[in-house]
Structure formats: structure tokens, C-alpha cells
């Protein structure tokens, strides 16, 4: 990884899941639903307007890659993306896998509160730094 200071609230040296030439997905400390992610664009712009064709072009292959594992591994039904950069000025995009019933994994059963409504994602349980990375590495199976 690069210098990516700009984006050191999300912690992508040990909360990426995984790398791409444009972008990384972090997995976030607090989660909503079961695999919630951050999508970081590697180079810090204000706007989504300013992406180059090549970050653009690269952005549905992280998205089916991400969609495919919290499928798989979590058995997602439904995935809400939201893009707000209002405290955060630079690209990213929080992802949410959503369920229409409740998963037991890790410990801990997880319930989607707000299905099948919008995302809530100011609530979610902040996990330990061991957990975090058990759900990370699960995902990279």
C-alpha cells in the first residue's frame, strides 16, 4: 500500500480485507449487518466526479468480488452502498450486506434490525480487534 494517511481513520494496514490496483475494502469496526465494509478509492479526491475512467472502470469488478463473498460466505440477499463524505472528504463507499434472516456466526447471532427497510448504519456492535479479524479472514478463504 501506498501512502494512504488521508484514510487512516478506516485503518486499511489491518483492516483490509482486500486490495485492488484503485481501490481497498475494509472491513469496519462497527458493524451493522455481518460484513460490513469500507470501499476506499487509493488516491485522495474531494468528489466522485473527479475519478479517472480507470478507478471507474475497476469499481464493478471490487463491487462483484465483495457482493460474491458476503453471498457465499454469509449468504447476503441484498447489498445497500452508501456514499456520503460528509466528515471523510475523499472517496469511499460503505457497504452493507443485508439478510432476511438471522446468521449465527463468529459467537455471535446476527440480526439485520432494519430489514427490509434502508440501513441504519449509525448502530452495530464495535468489535475486538480478534474478532475483526477472524470475520476478515473468513472472508479471504
Given at each position: 500500500m501506498s501512502n494512504l494517511d488521508f484514510m487512516s481513520k478506516f485503518k486499511p494496514e489491518t483492516l483490509c480485507i482486500k486490495e485492488f490496483e484503485h481501490w481497498i475494502v475494509c472491513i469496519r469496526e462497527k458493524q451493522a449487518t455481518l460484513g460490513d465494509a469500507v470501499i476506499l478509492l487509493?488516491?485522495?479526491?474531494?468528489?466522485?466526479?473527479?475519478?479517472?475512467?480507470?478507478?471507474?472502470?475497476?469499481?464493478?469488478?471490487?463491487?462483484?468480488?465483495?457482493?460474491?463473498?458476503?453471498?457465499?460466505?454469509?449468504?447476503?440477499?441484498?447489498?445497500?452502498?452508501i456514499i456520503m463524505m460528509m466528515k471523510d472528504y475523499f472517496v469511499h463507499y460503505h457497504a452493507f450486506p443485508r439478510y432476511d434472516k438471522n446468521i449465527n456466526l463468529f459467537g455471535i447471532e446476527w440480526k439485520d434490525n432494519d430489514w427490509p427497510g434502508a440501513i441504519n448504519f449509525k448502530e452495530?456492535?464495535?468489535?475486538?480487534?480478534?474478532?475483526?479479524?477472524?470475520i476478515k479472514n473468513y472472508m479471504t478463504d
Open positions: 487509493k488516491r485522495e479526491t474531494p468528489s466522485v466526479a473527479n475519478m479517472t475512467p480507470e478507478e471507474g472502470a475497476e469499481f464493478p469488478k471490487v463491487i462483484k468480488w465483495y457482493e460474491d463473498v458476503c453471498t457465499k460466505k454469509f449468504g447476503a440477499v441484498k447489498f445497500n452502498y452495530g456492535i464495535i468489535l475486538e480487534k480478534e474478532k475483526l479479524n477472524e
